[in-house]
């Protein structure tokens, strides 16, 4: 639970205990600090505050109550039995948040709960119970919070996973799940995790970036941006390709918003994330095998369904296995505009992926025709990547022009230089076009888009 304010209470406290000596196991003395002491003993008093609670609320009734007044009945009996236990002195604002907490507990995730409300929080790592960590504005960052022990990790875990139907055990280890907010979870317990439990929260933002929240941020520039929009709406097919957290769904969500809305859309995701705006959206997702090994349904699945829905667009949400295939020939075959991500470090390594995902999922196709294929089913590779200070840009945008014997040809077209970290650690860099005029601009001519007769001047240089 969050202690920040008791914390702050105990300082005086902290001071006067000075540091406290014990032996381990081994007789060795281990210091720990006067402060460690006063939250466990705080976390003691919490848990049987919280027994307490169970024992005299009628569970079968909670989810009889509206929020609101569950909300104040706990308050209510709460603050009944902390009149009837005084095992830890509270002032009045302590007790207002020890109540918060206990609602947490109850309602909602423990600890976590606080942090799920801050929207500024983009993920929360718990390495178990004693450290949850969160990034903030690409920056991770140790919060005061923490589980009284991995049996109250566990707890909050299985009530997440039990939520959506799945199961976490020794005999099924490591778990994917969805919070209500559509939150992304993934948890691993032991024996996997030889510390304890691991949980890992990738927040779901409530309201999506869009590409006027781009600009502001610097990821791209405003030739950038329209270029972008002009590339969905003349259905180039593009992947987009960075490493873990350097926004691939962000920028996703971002283009399809330039999909008209006259159009059909299937998304295919393992943890819907994607959020479309338009009215015409068909939602897929993947569903892992149950106890008996079955019922298993993967993204290839999923993807060889869609083409039978009559998609005029279709955005997987990361290609990572055998649908790679699959979405190339769906990108050869008429539904073109088609949008994916994958992960990997530069365009030229995306490119060897998919090939590389090809080869292992079992078609025994030659490496020349599985290259050409790729070439001729993408049209635009954008790169991403996060940076020294957590900020996120578009370093690369490149075009797949052909092949040149073996080798798939690629030509840059914009691109992001780094030039150095000001005082305050901020990366400074600059945005410019290379010069090359791209192929698919007389798809722009002949769809009616007009193109700037400078958008590509590479005299044109933005320095940030």
Do not use: W
Request: net charge neutral; aromatic share 4%; hydrophobic share 40%.
């Amino acid at each position: 639970m969050s202690m920040l304010s008791f914390r702050k209470s105990s300082e005086a406290k902290t001071a006067r205990l000075g540091t406290y000596n014990e032996k381990n196991a081994n007789g060795k003395n281990t210091n720990t600090s006067a402060q460690t002491i006063i939250g466990n003993a705080y976390q003691e008093f919490k848990t049987r505050i919280h027994n307490r609670l169970l024992d005299n609320i009628d569970l079968s009734l909670i989810n009889s109550f509206n929020e609101p007044s569950l909300k104040q009945e706990i308050r209510r009996m709460v603050e009944k039995i902390l009149l009837e236990d005084n095992g830890f002195p509270l002032n009045a604002n302590e007790r207002e948040q020890f109540v918060r907490e206990i609602q947490d507990e109850v309602m909602g995730l423990g600890p976590l709960e606080p942090l799920m409300r801050d929207t500024s929080v983009s993920d929360i790592l718990v390495n178990t119970y004693q450290q949850i960590y969160v990034e903030r504005f690409g920056k991770l960052e140790l919060t005061e919070g923490r589980f009284k022990d991995n049996l109250h990790l566990r707890r909050i875990i299985d009530k997440i996973v039990s939520a959506v139907g799945r199961r976490i055990d020794e005999s099924s280890p490591m778990v994917d799940a969805r919070l209500a907010d559509g939150s992304r979870v993934n948890a691993i317990i032991p024996p996997l995790a030889i510390d304890g439990p691991i949980l890992s929260i990738r927040r779901f933002a409530i309201d999506p970036l869009e590409l006027g929240d781009l600009l502001t941020l610097k990821t791209i520039t405003t030739e950038i941006g329209e270029l972008l929009k002009n590339i969905v709406k003349v259905r180039l097919n593009v992947l987009i390709s960075g490493g873990t957290g350097t926004g691939k769904t962000t920028l996703l969500n971002v283009l399809s918003r330039f999909i008209p809305g006259s159009e059909r859309i299937v998304t295919i995701e393992d943890s819907a994330e994607l959020q479309m705006k338009q009215e015409h959206v068909v939602r897929l997702e993947t569903r892992p095998p149950n106890i008996e090994g079955k019922g298993e349904v993967t993204a290839r699945d999923l993807v060889r369904n869609s083409l039978r829905m009559r998609p005029d667009r279709i955005i997987l949400g990361e290609v990572r296995g055998s649908e790679v295939l699959d979405m190339l020939q769906a990108m050869n075959t008429g539904h073109d505009g088609s949008l994916s991500t994958i992960h990997a470090n530069s365009t030229r390594d995306a490119l060897t992926r998919l090939e590389t995902l090809i080869a292992i999922s079992g078609h025994n196709f030659p490496g020349n025709a599985i290259r050409k294929y790729i070439g001729s089913a993408l049209d635009v590779v954008l790169q991403l990547a996060r940076l020294a200070d957590g900020s996120r840009k578009i370093i690369s945008i490149e075009e797949i022009t052909g092949m040149e014997g073996e080798v798939i040809t690629m030509q840059e077209i914009f691109s992001f230089e780094q030039t150095g970290i000001d005082s305050e650690g901020a990366v400074k860099g600059r945005f410019r076009a290379t010069g090359i005029r791209p192929k698919f601009v007389e798809r722009f001519k002949t769809a009616g888009v007009p193109v700037p007769s400078d958008m590509f001047n590479p005299d044109k240089v933005y320095e940030i």
